[in-house]
């Protein structure tokens, strides 16, 4: 028998689109953030044509409106390998490994989401999935506590759970049980105003990391912010700032610059949401919140070496001189270089390389040019543009956690990466977003090498 299974790709769109229905109708300030997101980028489209065209070229324009990222924060072992089988379902696939400890925040992460060019461009969502590191508690009774509550929960619905394994089964979903997944695996991202411990369990919780008390207090991890994607932060911040949002002071990542790099976000501050502990005592939670973005250039190994050395360099002077924080981060990244030529020339960044229409024509002569690459380009007959970054930074995801636990968290970890740790409780190894991008970059120079030689494209 013949299954008819319903595309990775179009289950994620259903559940993206779900979750930010979701969201929008419980967090009522994130349509806020969705309607200054699409002006300022309506905005940017109109202001700069020929940005708009080089999108549409490469087949970003399509999923600008739709992209998202969410975040989660998982509790235990079973509860992320479970989400790794859910999300597998969805196309998305465990990308980077991300300690935050050295942050002073309690988690390790990784992101999940599509990693192919089609299945990007069909919808780029992507989850920040976060897991509770407990041996980071210090008091011995309250770090067993805390497993022991988390021991007893179900944060999968059993329907979602049956339709994982059959999916897993029979290597997909069919039209209604791809809908059925998608309206059951939402229950598990859905705010849940009940805690399950009580109210001085909830205070102890809060007072060693308010972080712990939001993972560990209630029935499921929901979803703590949705993050739409615009083409100008600055614009965007000013945008939430002039409507009275309680947006950061500052923006995490790199400088404006003329050729954006990897990841700059802002966000408004967590909402402080009623909570009702068992025996009807009523309190307060503040966890979930709002965020926009603006994605840039991925860097390569080196780029990224150059950016961690001068982001240390600015936030090691903020301060120092008298100068605010965005005047130390544009000092310090006046040195790095910031057009496409030599970002390239440079190999600070990956590029996709396809041909122009200079390029297009010279095939079907059947002329193949002289040279390679770079004489492509010089000549016209190819173009690259930066290939735009799909992952996180742990400095600015820490710094985002911060500035929404109430301003005050200071906690000291040490430096204690566990990757392997965090893979045994996954399932899986996370996949090295670097050797992503390095092979999205040779592929599209073999297919131009291909076409412009006069070989099939493959």
Known sequence: MTHSFTPADAIRTRFSEAMSAMYRAEVPLYGDLLSIVAEVNAQVLADRPELAAVMAAAGELDRLDVERHGAIRLGSAAELNMMRRAFAVMGMHPVGYYDLSVAGVPVHSTAFRPIDDAALNANPFRVFTSLLRLEL???ADLRAEAESILSTRQIFTDEAVRLIERAEAQGGLDEDEADRFVAALLETFRWHGDARVDAATYDRLHDAHRLIA???????????HLTPRTLDIDAAQAAMQARGIAAKAVIEGPPPRAVPILLRQT???AIEEGVTFPGDRQGHHTARFG?????????????RALYDQLLATARGEQGSQGDSYAEQLATAFAT????????REQELAWFRYDLTEAGQRLVATGVQPAGDIDA???AGYV??????????LPVSAAGIFQSNLGGTEQRSYAASAAQAAFEEALGDTVQDELALY???QARSMQQVRDALRGMAVA
């Open 267 to 269: 966000s408004f501050k």
């Open 383 to 392: 173009r690259a543009q930066p290939i735009v970054y799909e992952d996180f």
């Open 438 to 440: 390095a092979d999205a």
């Open 336 to 343: 790095f270089p910031d057009t496409p030529e030599a970002l």
């Open 214 to 224: 939001d993972v560990v207090s209630f029935r499921g991890p929901h979803i703590n």
């Open 137 to 139: 508690i210090e008091d």
């Open 376 to 378: 492509w380009l010089a």
């Open 291 to 303: 965020e926009i973005e603006q994605r840039g250039a991925a860097l390569t190994a080196k780029g």
